[in-house]
Each structure stands twice: as C-alpha cells, then as structure tokens.
C-alpha cells in the first residue's frame, strides 16, 4: 500500500517562506518604493531632501531665535549703546547690568512676580474644574437644549475678547471689583475653547468603564471624579499648562482693571517701568527678559507633559 506523500505534512526541516522574492526583497530595503532604511513617507529616499530639511528646518530655527537673541544682548547694554545707530553685537562698552539694576530699582518687581503667580494659579485651578465639569455635561448629558449650549460654546470661541472688554469692565463696576484680584481672576475663568477640548477628549472615553462603575453602586459624581478625571490626566496637564501661560502673559485686562500698583501683575508692572527721557531699549529688553524667564522655567518642567498630551489620543495617556 503506498501513501501519498503530498497530502502529508512535512515534519522535517524547517518551513520555507511563500513570501514572494520581491515582496522580501522590498521589506527588506531594496527596489524601488521600498520602506527600508533611509526612507521617510514626505521626503522619500536620497541625501538631498533631508538635506533639504534640515535647511529649511535651520532657516526657520534662526528666524525666531536671532530676534530672541537680540532682545537679551541688547538687556545687557548701556543705553547709550542699545541706541546706538549699527546695532553691533559686543557693544563698545562692554556688557553690563545697569538696565536690570534700573528696572529693581524703580520697580515692586517681587510684588509683582507674586501677583501674577497668585492670578496664574488661581485661573488655571478655577479654569481646569469649571471647563472640566462643563465638558462632562456636555459629553454625557442628556438634557434639553444640549446642542444649542454645545454651538453656542463653539461659537464663542470666534469671539475675540477685545469685544468684551467693555461689558466686562462695566460689570465689575457694578459690582464695585475694580481694583480686587476677583475683578482680575473671575473674567479669565470662562475658556470655550478649553471646555471644547476637554468635551472632544472625553467623548474618547469608553463608555463601559461608566457602566461598570454605575453597576459597583457609584454616582455621576464619583464616575467623574474617579473614572473620568484620573483617565484625563494628560489632557488636564496641558489645559493647566495652556492657561497658566496665558493668564501669565495677558497684559490687557489686568492693564483695564487695576491702577493699583500693588494689584499689578509683571507685565503690567514692566510696562509701567519708564524714563522720563521716553523708551529706553536696554530697560525695554530686560523687563522682556524678566517677564519670559518664569514661563521658559515652567515650559522646562512639564515640557514631558506638553509632549505627551499632544501625542495622547483615546485612552493611551493613563
């Protein structure tokens, strides 16, 4: 009795690949097309793109870093050399700290450092809890009007704030706040665009861990609070992040509302740091300085968090 041996599965030897050879040979970085080494999907394959790039990507570094450059060589210039016709590099007296030592000296610069800090992390703290439950309610409630509130919200983002500066300015007359870190901090709360941030990031959210939550017994409150806040932790770190820039570097509403120059935050402070000779440059430049060093400190910090936040999408960030 003889046995056909072709619908017998080998046993020895290992398995031969049915891969076709140019299938392999492409995987493998050779041909054309191929996805190998040396291959990105926007520059293709050759020395002269990436070249290219990093050119350009050079091109653009230089174009935003040299006037940044600029500003901090010119803080550490007399006057007479920061307006001086030329604009050289090394200046022709040397380096030196008088326009720091001016700003110091005609300043409440600690008070106003401290300020801001206080207006900063009570609007990222009031900002973060009113959009984060807002965003919630209008993920996952069930409500009448629920669209018209989510179009108005995203309407709302268009508006430009300078529009508001005056009803705003009358209603914190109204209610005698003017000059009152309230009157600085309250307006800064409402952020649309934040609450339509974190509104699109929890509709990411799988809503079976809700459901399984509400079957251990928890309420709307305690899902919130302990399946949807811990989830979004990426996506929070950002939006502080984001605000606390913000509110730092607003200069506008904090310039309208207080003349008090123990309210004044740094940029306003800064900016009311003047000569009676009219605008000094090395001063102009120091205040600049001064003023973006905490925001660098603060970027240099979270910066892990930044990066995360952005590349996080759907549940990837817990």
């Known amino acids: 009795m003889t046995t056909d041996t072709s619908l017998t599965p080998q046993a020895s030897g290992p398995r031969r690949s049915t891969m ?10 050779g041909g054309e097309g191929a996805v190998g080494r040396g291959w990105h999907p926007m520059l293709g394959v050759g020395l002269l793109p990436r070249v290219l790039s990093v050119l350009a990507l050079i091109l653009m570094a230089g174009v935003w870093l040299v006037p940044l450059a600029w500003g901090v060589n010119t803080s550490f210039k007399s006057e007479v050399d920061a307006s001086a016709a030329g604009g050289d590099w090394i200046p022709a007296s040397g380096f030196t700290l008088a326009a720091y030592r001016e700003i110091f000296a005609q300043g409440n610069l600690p008070v106003w450092a401290l300020n801001s800090l206080l207006i900063g992390v009570a609007v990222t703290v009031l900002t973060v809890v ?9 993920s996952r409630g069930l409500f009448r009007g629920r669209r018209a509130l989510l179009a108005v919200t995203v309407a709302s ?8 500066i005056v009803p ?9 706040l003017v000059d009152t870190y309230a009157a600085v901090i309250l307006p800064q ?7 339509f941030i974190l509104k699109k990031f929890f509709d990411a959210v799988p809503r079976e861990l809700e459901e399984a939550a509400r079957i251990d017994g928890a309420g709307s409150v305690r899902i919130f609070v302990s399946v949807i806040l811990p989830l979004s932790r990426p996506i929070l770190a950002a939006v502080s992040i984001f605000v606390f820039i913000t509110t730092w570097n607003n200069f506008l509403w904090p310039f309208i509302i207080t003349s008090d120059p123990t309210l004044m935050t740094l940029p306003v402070g800064l900016s009311s740091v003047k000569d009676s000779y009219g605008l000094q440059n090395a001063q102009a430049s120091a205040a600049s300085v001064l003023a973006a060093v905490p925001l660098l400190v603060v970027f240099m910090l979270f910066q892990r968090q930044i990066v995360k936040s952005v590349a996080t999408t759907g549940l990837g960030g817990q």
């Open 20 to 29: 076709p050879r140019e299938v392999a040979r492409r995987r493998r970085g």
């Open 168 to 176: 705003l300015f009358r209603q914190m007359l109204v209610m005698n």
């Open 130 to 138: 009113v959009s984060a439950m807002a965003a919630y309610a209008l």
């Open 157 to 164: 983002i268009m508006v430009p704030p300078q529009i508001l």
């Open 189 to 195: 709360v409402v952020a649309p665009v934040m609450v």
